[in-house]
């Protein structure tokens, strides 16, 4: 296995890992406000992970040229579509939940009436 | 036995097919909101496309878009480990002459290595054919769903519900107005 | 095709999205896991080497078939759906006896077929047909994607009607929808507090208009063409119209052009034919457009179809979007 | 350079050109007039392109230079010359004398969109009945069934109901389109074309394949549901009562045939003899059927209030007798196949267009409002009662000549009960062709509903007299039942390809 080789894969499971972690944080968050917060971390530390294992695997060139291209509007859609999210939740009335509230957290989201598959 | 095991390994991908094409028909003929009906509509005709495309899959085979011998040599060399001078030379020899002479201008190679590259120089291409009539398949649906969506949305404002058990409730009460 | 198993995965993938998205009460998930089978089914073309199928089906089933669904679910107020599902669900057994029958039926049908990739298959040996395709579609146009040159030569009659499709369902959903009047104005100032919207679009719409164009115009070389092109452009407005408001996109593309846009791309489409025609050949006989090379000809035909589709598709997505997000 | 070869392309591209046209004018009477121009040229061409066909036998025309099977061919012989003729004619007299109903139905600003949508679905049928690639017949259908629920839509500015029945009409009508995708699709895997003629001889060797006996079978069922045959002719009696009277006219008198027509050309053409008829129990399965759609369609018809939905239930029972002629096999029924397709597409056309009269004057078309019209709408009662016998299969009319053929057709296969049925449905025809003329020329106006004004706009009758007059030249003559008719006939029962 060659240095490169390596780095590709250190990355990519680097990257792998933080998908994990925020999926899991997803399910695990107690509300709106919080889930997002994971999902954010994998579109943007997530997926800069593997898209630098993917550079460093297809080496210097056009590829490389187009996958940067590729990160540069994810950096720009990703934060943008969490903000309209986050906007829109709050519009919509809700209101994050801290540990000062009584009661547990809401089980499911208070307006989506029943809203799991 | 033997048929469900040779079936699981040649046919997996048409009886997926025929799964999700039952579950749109259940769907389109079970729910009675007309939204979850075009759903439905629209599960049962994509359930088609992978039918046709597993159809034109070949083992083995490439994107049907034609690579140019030194494309494909390029690709083979970036493979397989082998000397920077004697690969250029080949990737020389190829413009002049073809893959024969750029296989030539390559040397001996290790076993395990010339064989993988004269399987890329010699990969097939997939079947064009049903990928263009699934083209055409996917633009004809959603056509069709924005049509039935429209169709949708007028009735919601003619009638005030989107579920058919209660459009049909709504005209049997306009039918007893209309004759008492 | 790229390893069996990834496909097999993907596949299973779909069929449990699948059940998702018939089981789901609320119409909203349901929509959305629709957009993310598409996306899937998208992963799978990939797999399988249809390439310019994966784009089709990323752009119009999980961008465009989504939107249409979330929008309609908008304007009609709904977010539950199924009155018998509000109570429960239940199993509705003559559909699923249909199902069932028409199920087996069709597996049955699939017992005598060739193995998945066998390349020995007729469907891969005709000789007038697959084999004709991929060993002399280099020869006689000169144009590498092989896909396009089925699509908008050999089968470009289909193609045609297929644009036609494309334009009829803006009619039918023009006919029925349609309120000549122009969409309110936006509050003023509405605009001023999402800064972050704003420069986003700023960013990224010229590359998104780019990046459809020259999908559109590359089809020959690689996958991509009018349809997915078509799509993309349209994507451009959405963004705009989903940041500005639908009044400012109209302003700044006016339902009138998009109107005339999309018949003007079937016209384009059908001119070619009839100037092949004219010229002596037969209708989308593109080899008649140039007497001295036909194949420099039949690219020549097949770039000015192309151009004809994604006018028609980005202009008809666009009237459809219109018609759907007016208030 | 002359444009007589590319008459076969013409024939489609006119209408479609057209109707892309028409969608871009926003100005009602330059839309009619547009659509009325381009339906009577496509006639033309047409008949143009059917004088070839008697003259020089099959035409063939290569689409973009590319001999099938590598590219798309249109093939055009003496049935599908009939049929082309019988669409383009039905929307030469239907289209331009539409304005009156058009102009009461649909809101003035969607007129330009009303005409190129039926423009475009006129090209659809036509590109249907011409093609001869399967894949191509499957878009072709798409679009003049898309045109078709989105016109039938357009009725709910008199009803509510063509919404729902616009709906239905497009769930079974995808589902149908769908299953003959899949058909088309085991077919294709199986044989490795799309070509119809290449197929048909490719299919000659595969009779035992499991994937092609089952492509067949979705093909039928497929086109069952696009043809409404009985039991899934429900969305056909709804989208007829509830459309625009001229979509009505036009639809009732084209695209069942239309159906009717790819089921032939599937059935013997593709298929096949004996993949049909001795492999597969094709005719088992559509003579069931077809008994069952007379029966059930005429008894149905009887019970009807609104004459538009008794039309409508008489016209699942006229495509009862269609199939019944189709599946005997012989060249006998499908003379009486063809026969009563001309005559059925030219009395229902005339039908729609007289009761669409009656609904101009007062409003609706149940049993109320016809009420004793007779009186002050002469010529509209005539073609109602012309009509009327025309369905009942009276001597004279070419509904008598079909009828003659099914029945001798079934008795020389053999098949007394089948002939019985064909006897049974003219009997039920009487039941309720009288009950309606009783009403016509007898009931008692003022009682129930007002009398109309006067008779209706000469562009209601006149084309209704027009149409029944070649109904009853068919009738009449034997020359056209005995030469065309009896010749496309015998080329496909004989079993050439």
């Given amino acids: 296995m060659t240095g490169a080789e390596l780095l590709t894969a250190v990355l990519l499971g680097a990257g792998a890992f933080v998908a994990l972690t925020s999926a899991l944080g997803v399910l695990r968050m107690?509300?709106?406000?919080?889930?997002?917060?994971?999902?954010?971390?994998?579109?943007?530390l997530g997926q800069t992970l593997i898209i630098a294992g993917l550079i460093v695997a297809a080496g210097p060139g056009g590829t490389a040229?187009?996958?940067?291209?590729?990160?540069?509007?994810?950096?720009?859609?990703?934060?943008?579509?969490?903000?309209?999210?986050?906007r829109a939740a709050w519009q919509d009335g809700r209101r994050p939940w801290s540990r000062d509230d009584d009661g547990p957290a809401p089980p499911t989201p208070p307006r989506a009436g029943g809203a799991s598959t | 036995m033997s048929l469900l095991a040779t079936g699981l390994f040649n046919l997996l991908n048409y009886w997926v097919y025929v799964s999700l094409m039952m579950i749109g028909l259940y769907a389109v003929i079970a729910k009675t909101n007309l939204v979850k009906k075009v759903i439905g509509l629209s599960l049962f005709q994509t359930g088609i496309f992978i039918f046709y495309i597993s159809m034109g899959v070949v083992s083995g085979a490439t994107t049907p878009i034609t690579w140019t011998d030194a494309e494909r040599l390029r690709l083979g060399l970036s493979r397989v480990e082998v000397a920077p001078e004697r690969a250029a030379a080949a990737l020389a020899?190829?413009?002049?002459?073809?893959?024969?002479?750029?296989?030539?201008?390559?040397?001996?190679?290790?076993?395990?290595?010339?064989?993988?590259?004269?399987?890329?120089?010699?990969?097939?291409?997939?079947?064009?054919l049903p990928h263009v009539l699934i083209l055409t398949a996917i633009v004809v649906s959603v056509s069709t769903m924005a049509v039935a969506l429209a169709i949708v949305m007028e009735i919601k404002a003619a009638y005030g519900t989107i579920e058919s058990d209660e459009i049909v409730t709504a005209e049997l009460e306009t039918a007893r107005a209309a004759r008492s | 095709m790229t390893d069996r198993w990834i496909v097999e995965l993907l596949l299973a993938v779909v069929v449990v999205t699948a059940v998702g998205v018939v089981r789901a009460r609320n119409l909203l998930v349901a929509s959305v896991l629709l957009g993310i089978y598409s996306l899937v089914m998208a992963l799978i073309w990939t797999a399988m080497e249809a390439y310019d199928v994966a784009l089709t089906e990323a752009a119009v089933g999980a961008g465009i078939s989504t939107l249409l669904l979330i929008g309609a679910l908008i304007r009609t107020g709904s977010r539950i759906g199924g009155s018998k599902e509000r109570d429960a669900p239940r199993i509705d057994k003559v559909a699923l006896a249909v199902a069932v029958l028409t199920g087996a039926a069709l597996a049955y049908g699939t017992l005598d077929m060739p193995a998945i990739g066998d390349p020995t298959a007729p469907v891969h040996v005709h000789p007038k047909v697959a084999r004709h395709y991929i060993d002399r579609s280099m020869e006689e146009t000169h144009v590498p994607n092989m896909v396009t040159v089925v699509l908008a030569s050999y089968r470009g009659y289909d193609t045609m009607f297929e644009t036609c499709v494309v334009f009829t369902a803006a009619l039918g959903v023009m006919v029925l929808l349609r309120r000549r009047?122009?969409?309110?104005?936006?509050?003023?100032?509405?605009?001023?507090?999402?800064?972050?919207?704003?420069?986003?679009?700023?960013?990224?719409?010229?590359?998104?208009?780019?990046?459809?164009?020259?999908v559109i115009t590359h089809g020959e070389l690689g996958p991509g063409g009018g349809f997915q092109g078509g799509v993309i452009l349209a994507a451009g407005y959405l963004i705009y119209a989903l940041v500005y408001g639908l009044a400012a996109a109209q302003r700044a593309l006016p339902p009138r052009l998009t109107d005339v846009g999309a018949g003007l791309g079937v016209l384009i489409y059908a001119g070619v034919g009839v100037a092949c025609l004219l010229l002596g050949g037969d209708f989308l006989a593109y080899d008649a457009l140039n007497q001295a090379d036909p194949a420099k000809g039949q690219q020549l035909g097949m770039t000015l179809v192309e151009l004809g589709v994604g006018l028609t598709v980005a202009c008809v997505m666009v009237t459809i979007f219109n018609e759907v997000a007016q208030p | 350079m002359t444009l007589t070869p590319q008459v076969p392309a013409l024939v489609v591209l006119v209408p479609l050109l057209a109707g892309v046209v028409i969608g871009l004018v926003r100005h009602a009477g330059l839309a009619w007039l547009l659509a009325s121009l381009a339906s009577v040229t496509t006639f033309a061409l047409t008949l143009a392109l059917a004088a070839r066909v008697q003259a020089e036998g099959v035409v063939i025309y290569a689409m973009g230079g590319w001999a099938a099977p590598t590219g798309i061919e249109l093939r055009v012989d003496a049935l599908n010359a009939l049929v082309l003729a019988l669409v383009a004619g039905m929307a030469a007299v239907i289209v331009p004398t539409s304005r009156a109903s058009v102009a009461r139905e649909v809101p003035a600003d969607r007129h330009d969109q009303f005409y190129a949508l039926v423009l475009l679905c006129v090209a659809g049928m036509l590109g249907v009945t011409a093609t001869g690639d399967a894949f191509n017949l499957y878009v072709l259908i798409e679009i003049s069934s898309l045109t078709a629920y989105a016109l039938v839509a357009l009725g709910r500015s008199r009803d509510r109901r063509a919404l729902t029945a616009s709906f239905q009409y497009l769930i079974m009508g995808s589902i149908g389109a769908s299953f003959l995708l899949v058909g088309l699709g085991y077919l294709f895997l199986a044989t490795g074309t799309l070509n119809m003629a290449d197929m048909a001889v490719r299919l000659a060797d595969l009779h035992g394949s499991t994937t092609v006996r089952t492509g067949v079978a979705f093909v039928i069922v497929g086109l069952s549901l696009k043809m409404a045959l009985f039991p899934v002719h429900q969305w056909m009696a709804d989208a007829y009562t509830y459309a625009p009277t001229s979509v009505t006219a036009l639809m009732a008198s084209t695209a069942t045939k239309v159906g009717v027509y790819i089921t032939i050309r599937f059935v013997y053409t593709i298929f096949g003899h004996e993949l049909s008829f001795v492999i597969m129990p094709t005719d088992a399965f559509l003579l069931a059927f077809a008994c069952l759609a007379i029966v059930v369609g005429s008894l149905q018809a009887i019970r009807q209030h609104d004459v538009r939905r008794l039309l409508a239930y008489s016209s699942v029972a006229q495509i009862g007798y269609l199939v019944l002629g189709l599946a005997l096999g012989s060249a006998l029924g499908l003379s009486g196949t063809l026969v009563h397709l001309l005559n059925h597409a030219l009395v229902k056309g005339a039908l729609f267009l007289?009761?669409?009269?009656?609904?101009?004057?007062?409003?609706?078309?149940?049993?109320?409002?016809?009420?004793?019209?007779?009186?002050?709408?002469?010529?509209?009662?005539?073609?109602?009662?012309?009509?009327?016998?025309?369905?009942?299969?009276?001597?004279?009319?070419?509904?008598?000549?079909?009828?003659?053929?099914?029945?001798?057709?079934?008795?020389?296969?053999?098949?007394?009960?089948?002939?019985?049925?064909?006897?049974?449905g003219s009997l039920l025809a009487v039941a309720y062709v009288l009950r309606l003329l009783q009403v016509v020329y007898f009931g008692e106006p003022g009682t129930v509903a007002p009398e109309p004004a006067g008779e209706a706009p000469a562009s209601f009758w006149a084309p209704a007299l027009l149409l029944l007059l070649g109904s009853v030249a068919l009738g009449v003559s034997g020359q056209l039942t005995g030469g065309l008719i009896a010749a496309a006939a015998g080329a496909l029962a004989g079993g050439a390809p």
């Fill in chain 1, 30 to 44: 107690p509300d709106f406000f919080s889930r997002i917060h994971p999902a954010g971390e994998n579109e943007s």
């Fill in chain 1, 65 to 86: 040229l187009k996958l940067l291209l590729v990160w540069g509007f994810l950096m720009m859609t990703a934060p943008a579509a969490t903000h309209a999210l986050t």
């Fill in chain 2, 93 to 128: 020899a190829v413009e002049e002459d073809g893959l024969d002479a750029a296989r030539a201008a390559l040397g001996p190679l290790a076993p395990a290595d010339a064989a993988r590259l004269d399987e890329l120089l010699a990969r097939p291409y997939t079947n064009p």
């Fill in chain 3, 181 to 214: 009047r122009p969409p309110a104005e936006p509050a003023p100032g509405e605009m001023r507090e999402q800064a972050i919207f704003v420069v986003m679009t700023r960013m990224t719409v010229p590359f998104v208009l780019a990046y459809g164009s020259y």
């Fill in chain 4, 354 to 424: 007289a009761v669409g009269a009656v609904v101009y004057r007062q409003g609706g078309a149940t049993m109320h409002e016809l009420t004793g019209i007779a009186r002050r709408m002469p010529l509209t009662a005539a073609a109602i009662a012309v009509g009327g016998l025309g369905l009942i299969g009276v001597p004279l009319t070419g509904g008598f000549v079909s009828k003659w053929y099914l029945v001798a057709g079934a008795l020389e296969a053999g098949l007394w009960p089948v002939a019985v049925v064909v006897l049974v």
